[in-house]
């Protein structure tokens, strides 16, 4: 049964990794969205391109962001991460000592 321990924490470690690269992206986009950076730039595009996904549901869930001129959906996409980092990947570690 340690197979199923073993890979259940390395998808466990794997998600952490992931999100944790996803948090850093969306905080790198909302600092660079304040000097209005140029859109044709690479790293400008990248970064729109891997957090846009995650940004735009949160933005339709969102009627008051046009009222306050203020975007909320990276705050919530990183506080969504963090409840993720610290139920899901918890959960799996733990699941994945239980199966060892």
Sequence with gaps: ???AGNLVSAVAQILDVVLNILSWLIIIRALVSWV???PL???VQLLQRTTEPILYPIRKLL???WRLGLDLSPLLAILAIYF???FLVRTLYDLSLRLQ
Excluded: H, K
């Design 1 to 3: 049964m340690f197979v």
């Design 36 to 38: 209005s950076p140029d």
């Design 41 to 43: 730039n690479p790293i």
């Design 84 to 86: 993720l980092r610290a």
């Design 63 to 65: 009627p008051f962001t």
